[in-house]
T-cell receptor, first 112, second 115 residues
Framework: QKEVEQNSGPLSVPEGAIASLNCTYSDRGSQSFFWYRQYSGKSPELIMSIYSNGDKEDGRFTAQLNKASQYVSLLIRDSQPSDSATYLCAVRAARGNNRLAFGKGNQVVVIP | GAVVSQHPSWVICKSGTSVKIECRSLDFQATTMFWYRQFPKQSLMLMATSNEGSKATYEQGVEKDKFLINHASLTLSTLTVTSAHPEDSSFYIC???????????FGDGTRLSIL
């Protein structure tokens, strides 16, 4: 079982719609969860962090965490063409040296 | 805040050359820095964790004698790819954290091409 799984294929959404991304993780003791956005040819940039169950909103982004189900999601409201990128889910290991495990990413394409 | 600078941005060199990549935390002290490698259309793969003043911890399958990591100060870590070969061509990215349990902030990455 992979540490972090993002199974959905490329996601195409019309401009203005909601993009929904999902991520599951295997380490039940994990406490820190992050979403990074990566444009093609660029390094990842942090867009959301979440540490407790429930929803966390920041602008057009909402992260949702359910530790019992080992599930974290990201919603992008009012999607814009500039949101077209690969979104990486990252989970910090429960023990150890602060390392992150990354999912393979979900590509989002916002269609004008 | 939490700016990480990585240099150089890209390198093209001949096979057998050794290449050094620098990662600096500009506005904070980073006890721990991380080095990742990313091949086209794949996710980030952690290569090693670098702690200031101690030996780096390498992930399974990463050759420590080929990928030399030095973390001499709280603001600088270096990765040296020794005797690079074409299969080492990749996008190398460093990251750092301000404090434990806080997000990692990434440098801009170094695109390495070995001819």
């Amino acid at each position: 079982q992979k540490e972090v799984e993002q199974n959905s294929g490329p996601l195409s959404v019309p401009e203005g719609a909601i993009a929904s991304l999902n991520c599951t993780y295997s380490d039940r003791g994990s406490q820190s969860f992050f979403w990074y956005r990566q444009y093609s040819g660029k390094s990842p940039e942090l867009i959301m962090s979440i540490y407790s169950n429930g929803d966390k909103e920041d602008g057009r982004f909402t992260a949702q965490l359910n530790k019992a189900s080992q599930y974290v999601s990201l919603l992008i409201r009012d999607s814009q063409p500039s949101d077209s990128a690969t979104y990486l889910c990252a989970v910090r290991a429960a023990r150890g040296n602060n390392r992150l495990a990354f999912g393979k990413g979900n590509q989002v394409v916002v269609i004008p | 805040g939490a700016v990480v600078s990585q240099h150089p941005s890209w390198v093209i060199c001949k096979s057998g050359t050794s290449v050094k990549i620098e990662c600096r935390s500009l506005d904070f002290q980073a006890t721990t820095m991380f080095w990742y490698r990313q091949f086209p259309k794949q996710s980030l793969m952690l290569m090693a964790t670098s702690n200031e003043g101690s030996k780096a911890t390498y992930e399974q399958g990463v050759e420590k004698d080929k990928f030399l990591i030095n973390h001499a100060s709280l603001t600088l870590s270096t990765l040296t790819v020794t005797s690079a070969h074409p299969e080492d061509s990749s996008f190398y990215i460093c990251s750092a954290t301000v404090v434990q349990n806080q997000p990692q902030h990434f440098g801009d990455g170094t695109r390495l091409s070995i001819l």
